[in-house]
């Protein structure tokens, strides 16, 4: 086989064999599991990014400040494309930028008198009844907006993984350059870290909104830039090589402002202590799952 061959059906396979096997985990949770796992997904994402991504990142750079700044301008450049899936999104009867941040005006004595007596021809059950009603629509309606984020962490998520994929791709090509059998243990490491990563991605794309055939389908064709990384790599190795900090970089402002700004305030809808204490061990446990396939796939190296 020809080393073009090599690096083709290592990032076909290797690509697809992930997102197969996070499609395989996460199909087998239940709506209840998958708000519960996204704890998890914090935790991988998290790991991914200070376990693996960045280190790699600085040493890979020979300018470490300026890789620093990529990750700050990373960041906010996924804070201006949320914004824009937001107003893409935004409705004007429903939409939180339309609601007016306005103090309640204090009740005239007319209004309180009002409250405190019922009109004539009805009683006060029935205003407590109607009441009632009132507030439980509210709350079913506020409950079904916060059920998913219209796509915002899917969209984020996406946009990360398809630089990691992109890296590893390029990380996959360079080791079979060297010696294809570097080029084979590489791409075994690759595949066994990236499936918890990819058991996450799915996970936030569930919890975006998205369904689990569209879910498997935008993972897989996330999964596709590890090709192109590749096949690109062949040909312009040199190249690409001096970008591959700057990507490394801008995959873990993506991964890191999806689980702090999109991911983690979620978590803390539920704040009793049984749920609080389950977050955190999902989340250890998550970045646990990271460091051991970290340590496993270097072991390999």
């Given amino acids: 086989m020809t080393t073009l061959s090599w690096i083709l059906m290592a990032t076909v396979s290797g690509g697809m064999l992930s997102v ?72 004007l009867e429903q939409c939180e930028a339309h609601l007016p941040l306005e103090v309640p005006a204090k009740p005239e004595p007319s209004q309180v008198n009002s409250h405190a007596q019922p009109p004539l021809g009805s009683t ?99 999964s596709g830039a590890m090709v192109i990384g590749g096949v690109l790599s062949y040909f312009a190795l040199q190249t690409l090589q001096q970008w591959v900090d700057t990507l490394i970089a801008l995959a873990s402002a993506s991964m890191l402002y999806v689980a702090v700004a999109d991911l983690i305030p979620t978590l803390h809808r539920r704040t009793d202590l049984k749920a609080t204490a389950e977050q955190v061990c999902l989340i250890a446990l998550g970045i646990a799952t990271i460091g051991i396939m970290s340590v496993l796939a270097h072991g390999l190296e």
């Fill in 20 to 91: 197969f096997c996070a499609w395989l985990i996460a199909k087998r949770a239940s709506a209840a599991q998958v708000h519960i796992l996204i704890s998890y997904a914090v935790g991988a994402l998290l790991g991914a990014v200070f376990i693996e991504l960045l280190p790699h990142a600085f040493m890979k750079s020979e300018h470490s400040h300026q890789t620093a700044a990529t990750l700050l301008a990373g960041l906010l450049l996924f804070f201006i494309l949320e914004k824009m899936v937001l107003w893409r999104h935004c409705h």
């Fill in 124 to 222: 006060h059950g029935e205003t407590s009844l109607s009441h009632s009603h009132s507030h439980s629509h509210s709350h079913s309606h506020s409950h079904s907006e916060l059920s998913h984020d219209n796509g915002r962490s899917g969209l984020m998520i996406l946009i990360g993984d398809t630089f990691h994929n992109f890296v590893d791709g390029i990380l996959i090509a360079a080791a079979f350059l060297a010696d294809t059998q570097l080029g084979i243990v590489t791409s075994v490491a690759i595949i066994t870290h990236e499936v918890p990563q990819e058991v996450s991605n799915f996970l936030i794309l569930i919890h975006s909104g998205y369904s689990r055939k569209k879910a498997f389908a935008l993972n897989l064709l996330s």
